[in-house]
């Protein structure tokens, strides 16, 4: 009979880290088409690439907090017996079918404006929902799959001396080996193959392991992560062109220099994201309470609005990008806004109801 444990305390702040995080990732969406709208060297299209590129550490900062919050709450539960099994019932459950439902309301939605009919492109869905192209969000449900499927086998690791104290490096060179292999053999689709991610996987899961440690550390380098985040950030933005210009003739040295780059970029985004969340959520003053919770609210049904933000985007273009023509970037802010509030709403709504979690999870 298994013994009981402790359970770890519930991190509050987080939701917060989640809000911020959504809120990037519905920016990257509405403003994607501005990019490609506006003249390279303009104000506007400058403007909007900023963002746009600045704000790409999104998707991965919710890989890299899934990671620490799945290694810091089944740390302690790793000896207790059945917990593999509640834990691939609760986590695929809730996630393989809202994916499922999801790409089946964005494969009939697309196929209707089409014009066409989606029973007659059945065998279409079922591709769409292997290679999670039903619609350009729902990637990220296989790269997530994909870490559920590992997590107990990598937790089970993590008892492991030789493992446990050099984790973080393991999961770099597990990444730098996928890559060098792509290198070689060029495979389709890395973004949404799980090895893309293990950087930011690693780090969460080690600091998940190493919570309170790891949190006075970071703390004490923020100002050398900020300073990483704005160079390795300019760095990707602007130069990564000079970069593969400069050092056309070792294009192995390019690609080296640019997956540093890169994830030092994605992994001091995440880090900073979690200090500033810390920072904030733990000194919430009375007059804050309600923008507090506003804030909780959002990064409660993050996942809802995930899912959801990408219909209205839809809608939106379709039915207002003529009317805005004239003032296009304010049609892109408004595209934003109306997604963000709109899904926002609809996922507390559905949150609220008992099946609710068929489409947002839970």
């Known amino acids: 009979m298994s013994q009981p444990v402790d359970r770890p305390r519930r991190i509050e702040y987080l939701d917060l880290y989640r809000a911020i995080a959504i809120m990037a ?66 986590r695929m459950f809730y996630i393989f079918i809202p994916y499922v439902a999801w790409s089946f309301i964005y494969f009939v939605i697309k196929k209707w404006l089409a014009g066409k009919e989606p029973i007659e492109d059945s ?70 193959l799980l090895p893309s991610y293990l950087i930011v996987i690693g780090f969460g899961a080690w600091i998940g392991l190493n919570f309170d440690s790891m949190m006075k550390q970071m703390n004490r380098f923020r100002y050398l992560l900020l300073g990483v985040l704005l160079g390795a950030g300019s760095v990707s933005m602007y130069a990564t062109d000079t970069i593969k210009t400069a050092l056309m003739e070792w294009p192995t040295l390019t690609f080296t220099i640019l997956f540093i780059i890169r994830n030092a970029f994605t992994l001091s985004a995440c880090l900073l994201l979690l200090i500033v969340s810390e920072r904030v959520g733990s000194r919430k003053r009375r007059k804050e309470q309600k923008a507090a919770r506003l804030m909780d609210s959002l990064g409660t049904v993050a996942f809802g609005i995930f899912l959801i933000h990408p219909l209205i985007l839809l809608f939106w273009r379709r039915e207002f990008t003529d009317d805005l023509a004239r003032h296009f970037s304010l049609g892109i802010v408004l595209s934003y806004i109306a997604a963000l509030m709109l899904s926002w709403l609809c996922a507390v709504g559905l949150r609220r109801l008992k099946w609710g979690w068929v489409l947002i999870g839970r």
């Open 25 to 90: 990732v519905v920016a990257i969406h509405a403003t994607s088409t501005a990019v490609a709208h506006y003249p390279k060297n303009t104000f506007d299209h400058d403007l909007f690439y900023f963002w746009n590129t600045f704000l790409q550490f999104a998707v991965p900062a919710f890989l890299f907090l899934s990671s620490l919050v799945l290694f810091y709450n089944y740390n302690a539960k790793l000896n207790e017996k059945g917990w593999v099994r509640s834990f691939y019932k609760k």
């Open 123 to 192: 065998m279409q869905l079922v591709q769409q929902l292997i290679l999670g192209t039903a619609h350009t969000h729902l990637y990220f449900f296989l790269i997530i799959l994909q870490f559920y499927i590992v997590f107990p086998w990598i937790l089970a690791l993590t008892k492991k001396p030789w493992f446990k104290r050099y984790m973080p490096l393991y999961f770099i060179a597990g990444q730098a080996l996928f890559y060098a292999l792509y290198l070689q053999f060029h495979f389709e689709r890395t973004g949404s």
